[in-house]
């Protein structure tokens, strides 16, 4: 086990970070946008690159997905009701490593104040120093989600049948984080 004098926590940069997502429109094409606010911490043991603790906070009224009509009806009651439901939060309770690059991590995700319990495979995209004498690490995983488990059921029958928005969201991260300084 690793303890806190062994872990060093690692910020996330939301400059070079990104959350998108894409979900089927009309039952014949995808819609697809970026949360543009994403902050949070990975706790990293020193001597290794599979993190021991990972926490992302994405600002749910950072929903971007080209349209701005579009967005306004997202970040509403309908949708994420940002008013009340400002963040969408990942927070794992246990990491399992499946090889040097790869692990899985479970944890709780919570959107619109609902949270449920959920398991990805991630992988490190890199670690190093960067021009301004800090360390990176960067990670990315890719996973779906049905938008209705968490409270997001707004939807819209098709005359022809069908609905307008589909269930499942197709979800990529990509995170770069720096070593937080002391």
Do not use: C
Not at 40 to 54: E, F, H, K, M, W
Not at 67 to 94: I, M, N, Y
Request: hydrophobic content about 40%.
């Amino acid at each position: 086990m690793t303890t806190a004098a062994q872990t060093r926590t690692y910020t996330v940069d939301p400059a070079h970070s990104a959350a998108h997502f894409s979900v089927r429109h009309l039952m014949i094409s995808k819609v697809r946008g970026t949360f543009k606010k994403l902050t949070g911490t990975i706790d990293l043991p020193s001597d290794g690159t599979i993190p021991s603790a990972v926490h992302i906070a994405i600002e749910s009224a950072s929903i971007d997905s080209g349209e701005p009509q579009r967005d306004e009806h997202l970040r509403s009651a309908d949708f994420f009701d940002v008013e009340h439901f400002p963040k969408l939060e990942f927070t794992s309770s246990a990491i399992r490593p499946i090889n040097d690059t790869k692990f899985e991590v479970i944890g709780n995700l919570e959107i619109r104040g609902v949270g449920r319990p959920l398991t990805v495979t991630a992988e490190l995209e890199g670690q190093g120093k960067d021009p301004w004498g800090g360390e990176r690490v960067a990670y990315s995983t890719a996973f779906k989600i049905n938008r209705e488990d968490f409270g997001l059921t707004w939807n819209q029958a098709l005359e022809a049948g069908g609905i307008a928005v589909g269930k499942e969201i197709d979800i990529t991260l990509d995170v770069e984080a720096v070593l937080a300084q002391k």
